[in-house]
């Protein structure tokens, strides 16, 4: 019994990693399941039929594809207008400063049906027809507030004598910029865009007001399976998603620990 | 405050002043692109929504501005079921990641050695994958052949699930024998999505926490529970405030949880304007009922960043 008590944290954040990590293997193992009928609820038969053709359902890998370049778009032109405005407020004193903090702060409060409605009746009212153009206005909008706090975070962390260090050996200001300011900056403005990117990816709800019929994206095409019966291509396309993200943190953690090594 | 020291008469004449004024383009060049694009995309149609809401007319016909209140009372009393169970759900799934986030926070920052990237990399990752894919699995976990069900059956411990049941039975989270398409479910499926949110700001909080303190806290006979309470608790309030409002504002909004994982009784708010917006295309009761839903959720946010004490954060 005492043993339990001392590892008591141990113990519940081992069972919490369980109740984490339960979905994602659930994904993975159904992915090689032959479904009875069209729900793919129990595990009938093992097959890696799904694997072999990961596009066999109609409209699976339009959707996909239309989710990756919105997702692309919408994470580029966020990242930076959000790393230039997480330059200003981290860098500069000026006036308005606590209102612009207000206007990044607000569409984070914002529930996403909110946002996606009000830009939906603003679309209405200006007789904009919903689709591709719609849906990347919206999901930069929603995407800019996250990256300018990720950023910033990573701005007012820098050490002010290295950039001028820099300047002490005679380095302009645009050469200050680019070889001292950036790169040192380089991991927050990563990590913003990647946070865009999985944002934008993965919303359902805004996205959902702002698209038409013929721009469907790939958590709308999940969501009509949901009704529909879930073919098992979906959840080969988590697999790869999960396992994915796994290698890309993964490789991003091993690089930052060798970098601070050589430093 | 702030306005006086900008305005007062500089001492250092007329140069510095225009130096000073070409640096201060510098920050509003910056931040022009984004924060337009916040305004126009987001400030007016916020505001185009209020005006919505007090409109009257039809789809067919258009709407014109009749400063009609009673759209919000109406909307109100049809309404306000659901809107008290968004909050008791999001809020009931907030106080569970916070109980399941902080001892997987404290374990990750503290506990693991060097087994701390792999774990955090293992709490990020589902981050990165479909949120919606995910809910879907929970189908599957809680459904009535489901894993869970299978899982005792096959370990002969079906008297655990049966427990629980019992348990989740008597809390009014389950009304029958079902664990999927309950109350339970949703809470369930909002506590899991939205876990990520708190362990990370927890997570980020802790980790600087010096552990030496602690020690200093034992040296002076305090308690464990005692050296929590006063010393790691009030310390990691930052954190906890952050991923706690992290959490609780997209749960209140949240609708995909309890459509996938709810039934008709479970139906929250966010639901109902999704609903009201694209099928039933009354857009004046759904603009009133967002407003609302935001109203509510600001001075939820606002009593509570009062009541912790860190007025920094917002």
Redesign the interface.
Known sequence: MSWIRRN???I???A??V??????L??IV?SFNKPAGRF???FTQFSIDAWTNPCGTPGICDSLGLSLQIGVVASLVATV??T??A??LG??R??GRAA?NL?????????????G??????F??LGVPSGRTTIL??H??FC??FV?VTVKARVASLDPRLEEAAADLYAGPVQTFLKVTLPLVAPGIAAGG?LAF?LS??D??IT??NASPSSVT??MY??GA?QRG?PVQ??V??SV??LG??A???IG?VVS?QRSKAV | MAEAVLQAPRPDGPSAAVRHVRRNWVPYLLLAPGLLWLLIFFAVPTLSLASQSLQTGDIDNGYALTWHWQTYTDALSSYWSQLLRSVIYAGTATVLTLAFGYPLAWFIAHRSGRWKNILLILVIAPFFTSFLIRTLAWQTILGDSGLLVNLTEATHTTFLLDGFKAVLRALGLISNDQLLFSPFAVICGLTYNFLPFMVLPLYANLERLDLRLTEAASDLYASPVQTFRRVIWPLSLPGVVAGTLLTFIPATGDFINSVLLGSTQTTMIGQVIDGQFLRVLDYPTAAALSFVLMALIISIVIFYVRRAGTEELV
Do not use: C, K
Request: aromatic share 14%; no cysteine.
């Open positions: 008591l944290v141990i519940v954040g081992l919490v990693m109740y984490v990590l339960l979905p994602n659930v994904v159904y793919n609820f129990s207008l959000g230039m405005v330059f200003a860098r500069h000026f006036r612009t206007l990044i702060f607000l569409p984070m409060a914002t529930p996403e049906v909110v946002m409605s009000s830009l939906l009746t603003l209405i009212a206005i919206a930069i909008m800019l507030s300018v990647l999985s990816f993965d359902y709800i959902n007001f790939f958590p999940v969501w949901a879930v979906i959840n396309i988590g998603m999960f993200a796994l890309i943190v993964a953690q620990a």
